[in-house]
């Protein structure tokens, strides 16, 4: 039998799970909480610029309900609602995997805020499984923005190769691999582990 020796690139880079959450433009977000309202910041995430928010939202699919869904700041010029796999199949929506922005040709979704509902006519994805990259990084790996490459994680039991993972560079970027929950869960990894770009296998 032959055997499959991985080549490796170096350095690791540093993993954040991502949970179901929510981006809001400011016009969704006031109809939700009020006229006027501002994002309440509670933790700094790993992207520079971006938090968590002491705000929740309820997400009403046509097969049930998820209640207290984090929103991510800052507001965005079009809302959007990632979820898992697992997510979907409670709330009865189809979401297509796809990248953060790219909302054509996907389901919407009703969202409940303390001050009022919206229906979302797009915007529900499965987030595609990603690295955030500076360019100088994207250089020594030797990828470029959009590239798909695969990456290795070592965990004791669950080791194993996620393909197709796209490559987002951009100088407002952190090193940093992000997978959903559903991912996250499969491979036994949990925020700040190490993953490694395969370079060959």
Known sequence: MEVCILQLKEPGIVVGVSNRHVHLSQEDLERLFGKGYKLTPTKDLGQ????ACEE?????????????????????KNSQVEISRTDSFKLGVEAPVRDSGDVEGTP?????????????????????????????QAEHYGVKDKDLV???????????IFQDVLVRVSEKYALEFH??????NAALLNNGDYV??????
């Open 48 to 51: 520079p610029g971006q938090f």
């Open 56 to 76: 929740r939202v309820d997400l009403i699919g046509p097969k049930g309900i998820i209640e207290n869904v984090r929103i991510l700041g800052p507001v965005r």
């Open 108 to 136: 919407g979704i009703k969202i409940k805020g303390p001050k009022g509902e919206i229906e979302l006519e797009k915007g529900v994805m499965i987030a595609k499984r990603h690295i955030h990259m500076l360019p100088t």
């Open 150 to 160: 695969s990456v290795y994680c070592d965990k004791e039991g669950r080791r194993l």
């Open 179 to 184: 997978v959903d929950t559903d991912e996250a």
């Open 196 to 201: 490694k770009i395969v370079e060959k296998f």
